[in-house]
């Protein structure tokens, strides 16, 4: 049986990842984003909304309808790290939870 991230997750992207990480096997480590590798940029967004992301947390973002038109607002920008836009949004929102108490 699937599981959500399984139905989130792009059909091309989902049998890698899985050869990739057997179920239980914690040891193996693939890289967060698939194209840019471990660095947060524009195709990060791009991956999540095609798809191509490793976090069930990322996945969940693009099948929210609201938090799916704030991805595509981003990306529909011009230039996707113009101020003040989507670097200042990310850092406010980095600075807002870290003053959460866990």
Known sequence: MENIFDLATNP???PKLKAICPRGDFNDRIPLYPITNSTFDDQSLRNIKDGFTVLAS???LNEDISTNR???SYINQPSLFDWP???ADFIKAIVKMSKIGV
């Open 70 to 72: 704030v991805i595509g």
């Open 12 to 14: 091309r992207f989902l």
């Open 85 to 87: 836009s989507f670097v």
């Open 58 to 60: 990322d996945a969940r």
